[in-house]
């Protein structure tokens, strides 16, 4: 759950009790933000997984408090002061999905992801993504955040407010099913896990977190850092940090790379 969905498992088969019929979420967890999560599995391809999420996530919205003290059994107070209840998430996973279900995620208010599973001979099985939204258009993701000006992120004026607008637009941007969490500490851009974040400028740069393996890239005295013993608020070992506008160009393949690792 951790590795290949970011997920931190709380409770599998876990009952439920209701108006009506109750029944068993297959598992429950709170991903890399803090969100709680739903995910329900099917064998095959199967709609009535979606349907059958969404009842569980309305049954939890409702049940705060029993997920509250389960996050405190399980994970200490701490974790259990931290939920992000702005941003609750359904993930799906099956052997398959149609194009119907895909439109339909997008018609809901809520964050759902769908994910294909596939196995590669009997050792090996692999995830993917079809669908992730969060309930906005990127139409209205987008006209929100020019509006807020970044919502919850303290800015500083002149060239550095406006860098940290342009990598948040880049960020959105780079690929397909891009989710923005804001975190009273951070920004996470996730696609299931977190592939980067952003916490608020300081005062001569911008600091970002990226999932991607510093042993992998050139780490670059001034641009690039490896933080793996390092403390510091959001997810992500490689730290990248921006002053200028093409800072931000050579990053950008760093992005893509962080988001390709996720």
Known sequence: MDTMLGV?????????????????????????????????????????????????????????DAFRALVRERLGAPAASQILWSAPRLICVAGGFTRYDAHAVREHRRSIDLVRYRYYGDDHIGLETVASVTGLSGTVKRSRRQESGQRGV?????????????????????????????????????????????????????????KANPKKVELIPGFTRNVTRVGHHGTGNLEVQLRTERDLERAQDLFRFSYAAV
């Open 8 to 64: 931190t498992i709380l409770a599998s088969e876990y009952v439920i009790g209701c108006d009506g019929d109750g029944g068993r979420i297959d598992s429950l967890g709170v991903d890399e933000n803090g969100s709680p999560v739903v995910v329900e599995y099917k064998r095959g391809t199967d709609s009535g997984v979606i349907n059958q999420g969404l009842y569980y996530l309305s049954w939890l919205l409702a049940h705060r």
């Open 154 to 210: 303290r800015q500083p004026g002149g060239a550095l407010a406006e860098l940290a607008e342009a990598v948040d637009e880049v960020l959105l941007g780079v690929g397909d099913g891009v989710t923005r969490v804001q975190r009273k500490q951070y920004v996470a851009y996730q696609r299931l896990c977190n592939f980067a974040c952003v916490p608020p400028p300081q005062q001569t740069k911008l600091l970002i977190y990226l």
